[in-house]
């Protein structure tokens, strides 16, 4: 995805050869979801939410093109099953994954907060590119990324609030029971 970004504020000359390019660059990143999604049972074990999510952040950050800024804030993040670390990691990679593919941001903010007297765990991904209309993109068939996303949220138990409008930004809040 960050190959994508910098790739589409790239000055080529040849039109034809940048829209090769983001295809090709776009069925790399299926490949590499699909054999991640392969690789995943290898990981069930060792995953750790924290340095994935600052890995996540330093890989973006060395685009230039987007300044993405990680704030997590959980006391009790041991006590989560790897199921409940990897499905919270796999919403903010959704979540960035949408913003580099859709919102021309430059700034993304990613916070993960704990919220101990309301047993919640928050997630707000916040950026400042073009938004969207999210009643049509949680109606709408052509992907899974949203829809995935409200599943995985609804499968936790948790909220999903989606407040976006074009051209303002986009703000997704998830709050999950602990």
């Known amino acids: 995805a960050a190959l994508k970004?910098?790739?589409?504020?790239?000055?080529?000359?040849?039109?034809?050869?940048?829209?090769?390019?983001?295809?090709?660059v776009d069925q790399v990143s299926n490949d590499v979801r699909n054999l991640s999604h392969s690789l995943h049972a290898g990981m069930e074990n060792t995953f750790q939410l924290v340095p994935a999510l600052e890995q996540l952040r330093d890989t973006l950050n060395q685009s230039g093109n987007l300044t993405v800024e990680l704030v997590v804030s959980l006391i009790r993040q041991d006590t989560l099953s790897v199921k409940q670390r990897m499905a919270l990691y796999r919403m903010v990679q959704e979540l960035v994954s949408n913003v580099l593919k859709h919102a021309?941001?430059?700034?993304?903010?990613?916070?993960?907060?704990?919220?101990?007297?309301?047993?919640?765990?928050?997630?707000?991904?916040?950026?400042?590119?073009?938004?969207?209309?999210?009643?049509?993109?949680?109606?709408?068939?052509?992907g899974l990324g949203m829809v995935g996303l409200r599943d995985r949220v609804k499968d936790l138990g948790g909220e999903l609030d989606i407040d976006s409008s074009p051209a303002h930004g986009t703000t997704v809040i998830v709050d999950i029971p602990f």
């Open 5 to 24: 970004v910098n790739l589409r504020g790239a000055a080529l000359p040849d039109a034809e050869q940048k829209g090769s390019l983001l295809t090709l």
């Open 104 to 142: 021309e941001a430059t700034e993304l903010s990613i916070q993960l907060t704990e919220f101990d007297d309301e047993n919640l765990l928050n997630i707000l991904v916040q950026d400042n590119g073009k938004g969207f209309d999210p009643t049509a993109a949680l109606t709408r068939n052509d």
